[in-house]
């Protein structure tokens, strides 16, 4: 699987941003996607998840009434929208998939992950 992760951009601080992660191949209807940013000098943090068929998603403390996964698997494309920005967001966002079986438990960190995008830059001013 190839992950390609768009929609990156500066913005002002209390504006949004939808992010888009493009994935080739046949199979990313049976793939749990997730959510991830890494700002200078901080380890990846991971922002969300959601199901392989679209019906569960989980969000930390950070993206939680802020942020929204979603996914259309007839398009291939994970989505994050991301509302109320602030400069903390500020980060490199990635996306990344989980090749089944998938396990919720590890989808919160990056050992749950097989394949990484090549993230997207989110810069948000104040």
């Known amino acids: 699987v190839q992950l390609q992760a768009s929609g990156g951009g500066l913005v002002q601080a209390g504006g949004s941003l939808r992010l888009s992660c493009g994935a080739s191949?046949?199979?990313?209807?049976?793939?749990?996607m997730g959510w991830f940013r890494q700002a200078p000098g901080k380890e990846r943090e991971w922002l969300a998840y959601i199901s392989a068929s679209g019906g569960a998603s989980k969000y930390a403390d950070p993206a939680k009434d802020r942020f929204t996964i979603s996914r259309d698997n007839t398009k291939s494309t994970v989505y994050l929208q991301m509302n109320s920005l602030e400069p903390e967001d500020t980060a490199v966002h990635y996306c990344a998939a989980s090749r089944p079986p998938t396990s919720s438990s590890y989808l919160r960190g990056t050992n749950g992950y097989n394949y990484w995008g090549q993230g997207t830059q989110v810069t948000v001013s104040s």
């Open positions: 191949g046949r199979t990313f209807s049976s793939y749990a």
